[in-house]
């Protein structure tokens, strides 16, 4: 059974109206409603699977964040552009703050934890994914857990980063009080997220990556995520792009799109198209993925 939600899960109004349906085609070929908050823009997935029944959802072959080494030759570029992205990552936390204490929740296979231990950060993951835990947890023993509960409210830290897990999570509220009472004051919390607002998600509709239903239970813009800082009494202190996010949310599109093009069409429209829309980006900040840095007030 699915569950149905009757008011946002962001800022509790009851006030939503369907938004879009679209199909889940990555794993089961089904086809998910999408709401809109007419209160603070919040999308979300509504029914939506609950969390006992969500795994089936991410049990397919292509769900990279989760394994360690993939043969395919899209699961060789990811892997490629997985390392410059942890290189840049750990470029932003050593800019924002001395080194510290840092929690990655949705930490995968802990690479980045990993990265940013050798640099001299006292490291914590949490990772739900039971297969993803047991990778990380043989590079970076007692250091990962399986969820937040297993932290106590007394650990602060001085860096949490949610690269692409905030849409998600469950329990949004919840979870983003419990992380607000873990941050130190001067902590930053950082949320990256695909944007439904992009060019890219313009340009390719109902085939656009970045939806991942039901894995991607919201989509935030940028007044979901102001609405989001007000209820926890947060501040944005910088927006961000994620540059390398719209060629890759612009492969798995055009294969979602045009099944049968082949590869090298797939590769050359998605690169052509990555590019385009980072062209168009530019002028207002509105990249394919949103990394917005938060802090208390
Ligand atoms: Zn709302």
């Known amino acids: 059974m699915s569950e149905r939600l009757n008011k946002c899960p962001l800022c509790k109004s009851g ?3 369907n938004h879009s349906e679209i199909k889940d085609f990555a794993v089961s070929g089904e086809t ?3 709401c809109k908050c007419q209160s603070c823009d919040l999308l979300f997935t509504n029914p939506r699977p609950k969390q006992s029944e969500i795994n089936p959802y991410y049990d397919f072959q292509e769900y990279y964040s989760h394994k360690d080494e993939s043969k ?3 699961g060789y ?4 552009v997985r390392k410059l992205n942890i290189k840049q990552k750990l470029k932003l936390i050593n800019k924002l703050h001395n080194k510290g204490k840092l929690l990655d929740y949705g930490c995968g296979t802990a690479e980045f934890l990993q990265a940013a231990k050798e640099d001299g950060w ?3 993951g949490l990772e739900p994914n039971d297969k993803a835990r047991a990778l990380s947890n043989i590079k970076l023993p007692n250091k990962i857990v399986g969820e937040l509960e ?3 409210n007394s650990q602060k830290f001085d860096v949490i980063t949610l690269f692409h897990v905030l849409e998600h999570i469950h329990k949004l509220r919840k979870t983003l009080k419990k992380l607000i009472t873990i ?3 001067d902590g930053y919390i950082i949320i990256a997220v695909p944007n439904p607002e992009s060019p890219d998600a313009k340009l390719y509709g109902q085939n656009w990556a970045g939806w991942d239903v039901p894995r991607h239970l919201y989509h935030f813009n940028e007044k979901s995520i102001q609405t989001l800082c007000k209820e926890f009494d947060l501040e944005i202190k910088e927006k961000k792009p994620m540059k390398f996010d719209s060629y890759y949310v612009s492969l798995l599109s055009e294969k979602y799109k045009n099944p049968n093009q082949g ?3 797939n590769y050359l429209k998605a690169f052509i198209n990555g590019m385009k829309s980072n062209l168009k980006a530019k002028k207002e900040i509105n990249y394919s993925s949103n990394l917005f840095i938060l802090q208390k007030k």
């Open 183 to 185: 941050l130190n004051t």
């Open 72 to 74: 395919s030759f899209t």
């Open 150 to 152: 297993e932290l106590k």
């Open 15 to 17: 006030l939503f109206l």
């Open 32 to 34: 998910f409603v999408i």
């Open 77 to 80: 570029i990811y892997n490629q």
């Open 122 to 124: 006292k490291v914590k």
């Open 263 to 265: 590869l090298i069409k």
